[in-house]
């Protein structure tokens, strides 16, 4: 099957906009707007259970519906943060098939009628930034973008918006801080972006990936896009493999393919032949699976991965072989949330803090009981306690990591 | 000399992004211009930022303090990244970092003796399917090199080196 989101994999010039155009481009955005109401667009994103790729798996036009229409401006906000450790999707659409992200990012602001939408990148991504603010101004040079666009009322500007070396920017209201000009900290919700988002205004923040569906599901149809995949999960996913495989990379793919397709059939097999260990099938911020035959033959989709104790999120699946000991993993994770918590609520700071001294201190203390209790004491206080989701997730790891792999938490 | 009067038209431009009412919105961008030419931030550029943005030169430095890309103090002109963080460590990304400090002379977090490399670990860089990797930062701008070797990182470094001896 030719891919949806990949698509430069088999047209390569598709950063081109007259050969975006060729190939369809930016039809279904005047279509849009000439021709459809705001809420006809959220509509058919609704039917075809499109869900956010960013890692929550939100229903996205369920999302868009929440817009408080009493309150404008409304803002969307595009989230290129992309800084989950094993996630490298996002680069790679925005790298190589840019106009259909951006176009993604049109249809949704005429949805929720936004005339202004930010497209904020981690730092890092200076170079697609660069990039981006020229297709940007290749879109207003063509009449995609900019005032009274096809003719009809509706007005658009898209900016880039360069964050600066910061994990929790990713989480959508440290974002809207963040593009106000503060420190990346998120905000205590309620009020949710869509009523109070940025400047205090209805906001929309969508994925990257999530995006870069909406040209061709309104181009296909609702029904095609819901043909793929599952029930509970529709349509394709990128999944960025990495770890211990033969052939790291994305992989665009329907939802419901199996963690030994994705792993064997795509990612060519394990490093050296060895079996895989543990899968971690959301970035840094997963639970860990055992890898046993039934885990292997579960299919990738949001509800199936939760019957193995663990979540999808932005389906960053890390792949673990059997010369790797869990307690070195778990150290990896930790000292990166202890690098990234914010430092604005008392669990994370402190709680990713302590687990770091102890994770630490594990092997150097011969693997002392006590201090393996202590850790996996520390996360369980964490749980449910934090401002947002990054102390929750560096907890995650540390907790099932030590409960399904005890054997390496004692002396060797 | 202020940031408005080295480089009017990029300041304008930042300042065209974000709705007039919200102008400190652009202090991040603003602090990039101000880090273009000696790779670091200077007391005088927050003063001058805040000066322009209307706000404290504290609400500035908070900023400053907070996101790793920004710097306070003159270290290496080229400041190397390497990831190893844990998918780039599972391919070997520790073992990078060791060869590299030991070739160099240095250790993680220190400067070259001529001053031209700081060699630094940092976190996930999405790319964790091309590693080992790193990024070069240097004044506003960002390089990315991944699938890389001890060998080829070498190779960078000396034509890195016989720039500095020409800029000098």
């Not at chain 1, 005032?147 to 070396?165: P, Q, V």
Request: with cysteine.
């Amino acid at each position: 099957m030719s891919h949806i989101l990949l698509r430069h994999r088999e047209i390569p010039d598709i950063s081109n906009l007259n050969v975006y155009k060729k190939n369809g481009g930016f039809e279904v955005f005047k279509k849009a707007v000439t021709k459809m109401k705001p809420s006809e667009v959220t509509d058919t994103v609704k039917a075809s259970g499109l869900r956010g790729r960013g890692g929550a798996g939100f229903p996205t036009g369920v999302k868009w519906s929440f817009i408080d229409n009493k309150i404008w401006p409304h803002y969307v906000v595009a989230n290129a943060d992309e800084s989950e450790p094993g996630t490298f999707k996002d680069r790679e659409i925005m790298e190589s098939n840019p106009l259909q992200f951006l176009e993604g990012v049109a249809i949704a602001s005429y949805a929720v009628g936004a005339k202004s939408a930010y497209v904020y990148l981690r730092g890092e991504f200076w170079q697609i930034a660069k990039s981006m603010d020229e297709k940007i101004a290749e879109m207003e040079e063509a009449g995609y973008l900019g005032e009274k666009l096809f003719g009809t009322d509706y007005s658009l500007h898209i900016y880039t918006h360069l964050g600066a070396g910061a994990y929790i920017c990713g989480e959508e209201t440290a974002m809207l801080e963040s593009i106000e000009g503060k420190r990346g900290q998120p905000r205590i919700r309620p009020p949710f972006p869509a009523v109070y988002g940025l400047y205090g205004k209805p906001t929309v923040v969508n994925n990257v990936e999530t995006l870069t569906n909406l040209p061709m599901i309104l181009a296909n149809g609702a029904d095609w896009y819901k043909s793929l995949g599952t029930p509970d999960s529709a349509g394709v996913k990128i999944f960025s493999l990495s770890g211990r495989v033969r052939k790291p990379g994305n992989y665009e793919l329907p939802f419901g393919t199996t963690f030994r397709q994705l792993i064997y059939e795509h990612g060519g097999g394990v490093q050296d032949g060895r079996p895989v260990k543990a899968i971690m099938p959301a970035g840094a911020s997963s639970s860990f699976i055992v890898a046993d035959d039934k885990a292997l033959d579960t299919q990738m989709d949001y509800a199936s991965v939760r019957t193995l104790g663990a979540d999808l999120g932005s389906a960053s699946v890390i792949v673990i072989d059997d010369i790797v000991s869990i307690d070195w993993i778990i150290n990896k994770t930790i000292h990166f949330f202890k690098h990234e918590s914010c430092g604005k609520c008392t669990p994370c700071r402190e709680g990713t803090y302590w687990m770091m001294h102890l994770i630490d201190r594990i092997p150097e203390s011969g693997y002392s009981k006590a201090d393996v209790d202590l850790l996996l004491n520390v996360a369980h206080q964490m749980q449910n306690k934090c401002l947002c989701p990054l102390g929750e997730f560096s907890t995650m790891a540390v907790a099932t990591g030590i409960e399904r792999f005890p054997q390496d938490f004692k002396k060797q | 000399m202020s940031l408005a009067n080295k480089y009017p038209k990029e300041v304008k431009q930042i300042l065209a992004k974000y709705p007039p009412e919200y102008k400190r919105s652009a202090v991040m961008p603003l602090l990039y211009l101000a880090q273009r030419e000696e790779g670091y931030i200077t007391k005088d550029a927050m003063q001058d930022i805040a000066d322009t943005l209307e706000i404290s030169v504290t609400d500035v430095g908070a900023i400053v303090g907070f996101y790793t890309l920004y710097h306070d103090k003159k270290e290496g002109k080229y400041r190397m990244q390497v990831c190893t963080d844990l998918p780039c460590a599972l391919r070997g990304a520790d073992q990078f970092m060791e060869s590299l400090c030991a070739n160099l002379g240095i250790k993680v977090g220190e400067t070259t003796a001529d001053g031209l490399i700081t060699l630094e670990a940092v976190t996930c860089l999405a790319a964790c399917d091309r590693a080992p990797m790193f990024q070069v930062q240097s004044g506003d701008g960002l390089q990315y090199y991944e699938d890389m070797t001890v060998d080829k990182t070498m190779e960078l470094i000396a034509a890195i080196k016989e720039i500095g001896k020409e800029v000098k």
